[in-house]
């Protein structure tokens, strides 16, 4: 089948509208021969955002911003991702706009939820964030500065208004005086402190002296402590802690009346025993000296014994008196 010349022209028209179609796409950044996937993402304002921006999934660019259009009725503005990419990104899935750097504009980065298994469908729109750039932030944070230090400023100011009106020449004469006076009492600090230092200089010696003797108390204080710990004072201790602990046992059974010396201090019967026995005794003895010959009988003419009459307590209390 021969070709005419009108076939020949037509189909080069053809192929020559096609090249220019895929070179209009590809100097665009998209390639006819690729598959994308189209997602939107709506935003209150997209400052420094360039349609050939690129799209990123942890700072891996998977795709780029498409096209950006505006919603009259919102005001709100949408922004068309074209992504390309086998990474599931599920329905829940965020779209952040934010700046990488300080120079360069602003990016999205696409959040993916992967607890969430629901897979974006093509034309699906995300929900979009907006994270605060370096700038941003600096700007949030110097703004609160910035009324502060005008708030000083104008304290500052009234603080210098206060002094000027404070500091009338009666004050400024004041002040004068006061810093001539000071300049004064420095100066007789400085001769005293020369003074004490010629008092140093010419006691030095004794200083020297009296320090030497308190290091040698503090020498013989080692020493006594030494001593101290050398011999035992917790043996000491503990011996005297028993003997007390014995003391305090043999106490304890003198006032219960355990033992002998327990029974002597305890037992009232022998206690009138021994006080009835020395009644009679100190009797017996009264009755010695008012009546010795009834128990030393000396008789030369064989003379009859007096019958023995017991001395009673009236004798004896008459005796006394």
């Given at each position: 089948m021969k070709l005419t010349r009108e076939i020949k022209t037509a189909i080069l028209v053809i192929a020559s509208i096609l090249l220019f179609i895929w070179g209009?796409?590809?100097?665009?950044g998209r390639d006819l021969f690729t598959n994308y996937k189209t997602l939107f993402v709506e935003y209150d304002n997209v400052e420094d955002l360039a349609s050939s921006a690129p799209v990123t999934i942890n700072g891996l660019a998977v795709g780029k911003v498409n096209k950006i259009t505006i919603n009259e009725t919102t005001g709100k503005l949408l922004v068309e991702l074209?992504?390309?990419?086998?990474?599931?990104?599920?329905?829940?899935?965020?779209?952040?706009?934010?700046?990488?750097?300080?120079?360069?504009?602003?990016?999205?980065?696409?959040?993916?939820?992967?607890?969430?298994?629901?897979?974006?469908?093509?034309?699906?729109?995300?929900?979009?964030?907006?994270?605060?750039?370096?700038?941003?932030?600096?700007?949030?944070k110097i703004e609160p500065i910035q009324q502060k230090l005008d708030k000083m400023l104008v304290n500052i100011d009234n603080l210098v208004t206060g002094l000027n009106n404070t500091l009338d020449k009666n004050t400024q004469e004041n002040l004068k005086k006061t810093i001539a006076e000071?300049?004064?009492?420095?100066?007789?600090?400085?001769?005293?402190?020369?003074?004490?230092?010629?008092?140093?200089?010419?006691?030095?010696?004794?200083?020297?002296?009296a320090v030497s003797n308190l290091n040698k108390m503090s020498g013989n204080f080692n020493k006594i402590s030494d001593s101290l710990n050398k011999a035992d004072l917790g043996k000491t201790v503990r011996s005297l802690n028993q003997t007390l602990a014995k003391v305090d046992g043999l106490m304890a059974n003198l006032n219960s009346g355990k033992g002998t010396a327990g029974k002597l201090l305890n037992d009232d019967a022998l206690y009138n025993n021994l006080a009835k026995t020395s009644k009679e005794l100190e009797l017996l003895l009264q009755d010695v000296r008012l009546y010795p010959t009834r128990y030393v009988n000396v008789s030369l003419f064989g003379k009859k014994n007096k019958p023995y009459v017991a001395p009673t307590e009236e004798t004896n209390s008459t005796d006394k008196k």
């Open positions: 209009y796409s590809f100097l665009k074209q992504l390309k990419t086998d990474f599931p990104i599920s329905k829940t899935s965020t779209a952040a706009l934010y700046s990488p750097s300080l120079i360069g504009g602003k990016q999205i980065k696409i959040i993916p939820n992967l607890i969430d298994k629901d897979p974006v469908v093509d034309g699906q729109t995300l929900t979009g964030t907006v994270e605060l750039g370096l700038t941003e932030s600096l700007g949030g000071l300049s004064q009492t420095m100066e007789q600090f400085h001769r005293a402190s020369g003074s004490l230092n010629s008092i140093l200089d010419t006691n030095k010696g004794q200083i020297n002296s």
